[in-house]
């Protein structure tokens, strides 16, 4: 089993920044890649970064040049840097890993995080 744990979430002004992490915990083999997904209230889920255990990240168009998503492989931590926040980024925003886990063959599994609000006022 793997627990993902968000935390960094709060309230900020337009303009600021927060940084939210995200632990993953369990019997973790490999850890294939990490993403942030929001939901803001009334839409749908959206996918905001995404990296692989290699480095390779990308980014929704709406927050290029603005998010930095960044994977510590030794510590199986994620973090999502949100710089120069806007009031249209207020949203849940959950983690999400695709991790082999387990015993072998040590079999690949999706696990989302509980969601940590932010919300940016004008």
């Known amino acids: 089993q793997v627990q993902l744990v968000e935390s960094g979430g709060g309230l900020v002004q337009a303009g600021g920044s927060l940084r939210l992490s995200c632990a993953a915990s369990?019997?973790?083999?490999?850890?294939?890649?990490m993403r942030w997904y929001r939901q803001a209230p009334g839409s749908q889920r959206e996918l905001v970064a995404g990296?692989?255990?290699?480095?390779?990240?990308n980014y929704a168009d709406s927050v290029k040049g603005r998010f930095t998503i960044s994977m510590d492989n030794a510590e199986n931590m994620v973090y999502l840097q949100m710089n120069n926040l806007k009031p249209e980024d207020t949203a849940v925003y959950y983690c999400?890993?695709?991790?082999?886990?387990?015993?072998?063959?040590?079999?690949?599994?999706?696990?989302w995080g509980q969601g940590t609000q932010v919300t940016v006022s004008p």
């Open positions: 999400y890993a695709g991790v082999r886990s387990g015993a072998f063959p040590y079999p690949l599994g999706v696990y």
């Open positions: 990296i692989n255990s290699g480095g390779t990240s």
């Open positions: 369990g019997s973790i083999f490999a850890i294939n890649g």
